[in-house]
Every structure is written in structure tokens, then in C-alpha cells.
């Protein structure tokens, strides 16, 4: 089954080939059109569906850029680079498998990740099955790690797989699809107490009408007490309500608030790290996040070198610290008996805490940072 697909797709994509090759009464803006309109849309459908093997990959690449050469009126001997480079290297950079094969892995893993149905439950296994593998944190780290890894390794786990592709194109994907501050994360527990220390207020459908409700109290059972009117009702936290007709607090607020992802969404949540202000008579809330200091380290053992500094991190923009330094304390504490997990775990605390570095550089030079752990800059 897949490679009979697979041989669809390449089929497909040589009759787009030879058809620009064959018809030369077209412009060369036309031609580019047509391979727009036809060979991106023969991919993705099986791209995440069936399993590509690098070989495979390859081969259809080859076809793609002879259909390119063909919409230029190149010759075959034309070198590659001047599809595959990028504009910054004199490069067309168009359109390939590869990048096509990324965008649809990664839009698959965001899909699973926003649809409670059981697809958001797997990938959570699928998730902590690749960073328990691969002894990372985070998908950071995993994609950090996945270039020490095969293509035929990888495949084998779409979370794996789907770093290893970014690792490829050297891109760099920044998400948490199971952050704590999620409302789709977020326990039970705490979301029902944050739901009644806000007072958060709900549309519920009772007996076939839509109602305004108010979250009042955690009840027993993972249930909840809500206000309606001069009524009170209970309903479960999660999944079906006892009392039918009443859907539960997750269906509520999926309801209520359609496009909030994040817990501070919420009404009275402050978003502000300094706010002390009130919203709508209750106090604004903020849920602490748990941060790094936004930079990569070596995963070869001895001694622990600074490999990549994140753009709009704090280091990043006072320049207090170099890639290829070492990291030698943590808080005083010598890293020389830290693997590479507990030096991240060290890292890494609530936000807005400060943490101290000592960074020594190749000459042995050696100096003492302190580092706030804040969110990144976006200006």
C-alpha cells in the first residue's frame, strides 16, 4: 500500500516534468505556476499517511528539480544549488519535498495536539517517549539531539522524526504543546481551583438553554459547584457529566472561551508579571511559568560549551556570555558532575529568578554572571 502510493506521487510528479519539458509555447511565470498548483498538492496528503523512506525522498526531489529546470528552459547539466541554496547563498530556494514532508509532519503534531478525542492523548505518549530516548527536556533539546540520528531512526516515532526535519532545513522550532500553563495541560486541580478563585464565569446549556454561570467551589469526586442564577449545580471537572444535560467544566470552557489556549486567558488572569491590578471586582491572578536562560549546550560530555544562544534571550542581547564558552558553576555549584540533563534541569526555574554563571573562556579567563530567567523579547 504505501509503496504503491509512493509510486503514485512520483509518477505524478514526472508527468508534471515532462509536461513542461513537451509544451514550450508557455511562460516561464506560467510554467512556475504550474508546478505551484500540481506537485505540492500531490505530496502532503501521503506525506504524514504512509512512510517515506530517505531514498524515496530523494528520488522525488531529483523529479522536482528537473521540473524546475524544465520551467526555466535550463539544461539538465544546470547544477542543483541553484534550487536547493538559499536566496542568502544565490540561491531560487524553492519549493521542495523536504520542506513540504516538514510542514506537513509539524501541522499534523499541532492538529493531534488541539483535539481532546484521544489524538492529544497519544501524542502526549509519543511526546514523552521521544524525550525519555533521547534523554532531552524539550523539543529543543530534541531537535538539538536528533542530528546524531538517522533518518530511518527517527521515523519510528513522529515526534523524533518531526525534530529531525527541522534539524535538516536548520529551523528551529520553539513549542510546548504540553506547557502546564495550557489550558488543554493544565490538571484537573488546578484548573477547577482557578476556575473558583477567579470566579470564572460559564455558558452552560441547562434543560436546552443557555445560561450564564459562575464557578464557585471544588466538590468531591473532581466535581464542581457552579452559580446559576439563584440555583447551584454540580458538574464533573472532565469527561461526561452524571446529571445529563450538564456538560462538564472542560466542555464549558471550550465552549466559553473557544480561542484561548493559555490559562491567563481567562478572565481576571493578569498577563502582566507585575500586575496587582483588579478585573471586574476579583484580584488578577498569573500562573508562574517555569523558564531557562535560553541557551544550548554541548551534549558530548566534559566540559559543559556553550553551543547556540537564543535570539531575544537575556544573554543574547547584553552579550554576557559567547558561544564556545563553558559553563563551570551553576549557583556556585560545579558543573564538572552534571551530565548534560542536570545541567539543563539546573538551569532552568521560575520565572523572573535570577541564576549565577560562571563562564571561563578557551584562555582559561573566567567571570561571574548573573542571568534573570524571563520570557523572550518579541521587540
Not at 39 to 45: E, G, V, Y
Request: charged share 20%.
Amino acid at each position: 500500500m504505501a509503496k504503491s502510493q509512493r509510486r503514485k506521487v512520483n509518477d505524478a510528479a514526472i508527468e508534471v516534468a515532462a509536461y513542461l519539458y513537451k509544451n514550450d509555447n508557455l511562460r516561464i511565470d506560467q510554467r512556475l505556476k504550474v508546478i505551484s498548483m500540481c506537485l505540492p498538492s500531490l505530496f502532503p496528503f501521503s506525506a504524514k499517511l504512509i512512510d517515506w523512506p530517505e531514498s524515496d525522498l530523494k528520488l522525488l526531489t531529483a523529479v522536482w528539480i528537473r521540473a524546475y529546470k524544465n520551467a526555466w528552459n535550463l539544461g539538465e547539466s544546470t547544477a542543483n544549488g541553484l534550487f536547493t541554496f538559499t536566496r542568502d547563498k544565490g540561491g531560487l530556494q524553492v519549493k521542495l519535498p523536504l520542506g513540504t514532508l516538514f510542514t506537513s509532519v509539524w501541522g499534523n503534531l499541532e492538529r493531534c495536539s488541539q483535539f481532546d478525542d484521544g489524538t492529544r492523548q497519544m501524542l502526549a505518549l509519543c511526546y514523552q517517549e521521544a524525550l525519555q530516548e533521547n534523554g532531552c527536556l524539550d523539543l529543543l533539546e530534541l531537535q538539538d539531539a536528533s542530528q546524531h540520528l538517522s533518518w530511518r531512526a527517527t521515523s519510528a516515532n513522529d515526534v523524533t522524526f518531526a525534530c529531525y526535519l527541522a534539524n535538516k532545513l536548520d529551523i528551529q522550532v520553539e513549542w510546548e504543546p504540553f506547557h502546564p500553563d495550557l489550558i488543554a495541560s493544565a490538571p484537573d486541580a488546578t484548573l477547577s481551583a482557578l476556575a473558583c478563585q477567579v470566579k470564572l464565569p460559564l455558558s452552560i446549556q441547562i434543560e436546552g438553554v443557555m445560561l450564564t454561570a459562575t464557578c464557585r467551589e471544588t466538590g468531591l469526586d473532581s466535581t464542581m459547584m457552579i452559580q446559576v442564577g439563584d440555583r447551584q449545580h454540580s458538574i464533573p471537572v472532565d469527561g461526561q457529566a452524571r446529571n445529563p444535560g450538564l456538560p462538564s467544566l472542560r466542555e464549558c470552557i471550550s465552549h466559553s472561551y473557544g480561542q484561548a489556549r493559555w490559562l491567563y486567558e481567562f478572565p481576571g488572569m493578569a498577563t502582566d508579571p507585575e500586575s496587582d491590578e483588579w478585573a471586574d471586582g476579583v484580584k488578577t491572578l498569573r500562573i508562574p511559568q517555569h523558564l531557562g536562560i535560553g541557551i544550548g549546550i554541548s551534549r558530548q560530555g566534559l566540559p559543559h560549551c556553550i553551543t547556540s544562544i537564543q535570539t531575544r534571550s537575556i544573554i543574547a542581547r547584553n552579550g554576557s556570555a559567547l558561544v564556545g564558552e563553558f559553563i563551570t558553576h551553576i549557583d556556585t555549584i560545579p558543573t564538572a558532575a552534571m551530565n548534560h540533563s542536570e545541567l539543563h534541569r539546573a538551569l532552568q526555574g521560575p520565572e523572573y529568578t535570577s541564576v549565577s554563571l560562571d563562564v571561563a573562556d578557551l584562555q582559561g579567563n573566567a567571570q561571574t554572571i548573573s542571568v534573570l530567567r524571563s520570557p523572550f523579547k518579541t521587540s
